[in-house]
């Protein structure tokens, strides 16, 4: 057997029960990503699982070793992500291989969302234009956790909010959450896919009048930022126009103050690698604001903004490609957006995804 993960490896902690949780987790991690666990083995999965929790409990960790955990209970494959992405049920929706393709990529952002703690319940939207003429889209049934999302149970709709393919489940389309991303999507066709979250940290940021400041790299490479005063919850036409309006022709993230945030892309990748960094621009910010002195925070002169808008500008034509060994390039978005799809595979998800791309020992895995 390989070694198990580094980062599993590396967490050093003075309590002896929390060390052997982690241990035993390494170990099972690295059985359940390499397959090598025997048929006796993985009938003991569940009879782990329960000794972990009991094991965790009995410890009675908070704040940082309680999230270490939850890692831990994540790499292992012990968290409530055993849903298929790729489920049997995409076999029945009435859809081309392209759309199937797309449901695949959309149901796993959602996953990812909800694996990092971007999630909120039931609400919240990403959605994605699953037609050439920017008529059809395909959005959560509301209702579901997004843990709960696969490839066939996202709705189809039209911009009028009709429902087209009702998927595998008998949920609705949340109209008013559909109004917000329908507005944008016919204003903004270029932002093929529109992701709206409530995370504590970008809600708190939103309601900064200083708004996301550019005091980090993220920030920066989170690109052009608008943003929109809070007005309510999104009920009527009106409204809809004036969030376009604050949106504008050319930025990609737009701050609803006092809400949370919609960020958009021309592709699913480009809008969750948007995202990421947008995310990791209002942790920092948060951060920085416990200081509670403004004065104490640098900001990059004028300058280097500028370099920074000509450096996003270059990328936007080239889409930021890496050569890779083959001679090829690969835009560095995919590349990530890759690597988090594999992570969901890895976790035994089937997310269906068509690698362009692969690691040769994640590779011979997938064709053994």
Known sequence: ??????????????????????????????????????????????????????????????GHFAKALESTRTVAGLHRYKFPICDNDLDNIN???????????????????????????????????????NTQFLINPFGLMFYEVSASNLIKVDLEGNILERGSTEYECFRPGWLLQSAVHAARPDLQCLIHVHTPAGTAVSAMKCGLL????????????????YRGIFMDEEEMK????SLGRSAKVLILQN??????????EDAFFRLTHVMAACEVQIRLMASGNLDNIILPEEMMLDKERQVILRDRKTSGRVMTKSGTAMPVKELQFEAQVRMLDIMGLKTGYKYKKMPKAFLEKKTQ
């Not at 809400?259 to 699913?268: A, K």
Request: charged residues 20%.
């Open 1 to 62: 057997m390989g070694r198990p993960s580094v980062f599993l490896y590396q967490c050093y902690f003075t309590n002896s029960t929390i060390s052997i949780l982690f241990s035993r987790a390494a170990r099972f991690s690295w059985c359940v990503v390499n397959r090598t666990q025997s048929y006796k083995e993985r009938q003991c999965d569940q009879d782990f699982e329960e000794e972990f929790d009991q094991m965790a409990s009995n410890t009675g960790v908070s």
């Open 95 to 133: 859809a081309s291989p392209e759309e199937k393709e797309l449901r695949c990529k959309l149901a796993a952002v959602y996953r990812l969302i909800d694996l990092y703690g971007w999630s909120n319940n039931i609400f919240n939207h990403i959605t994605v234009n699953a037609s050439k003429d």
């Open 242 to 245: 004036s969030i376009v309006e």
């Open 259 to 268: 809400h949370g945030l919609l960020v958009g892309g021309d592709t699913i």
């Open 214 to 229: 550019k005091c980090s790299q993220d920030a920066l490479l989170a690109g052009e930022i608008a943003n929109h005063p």
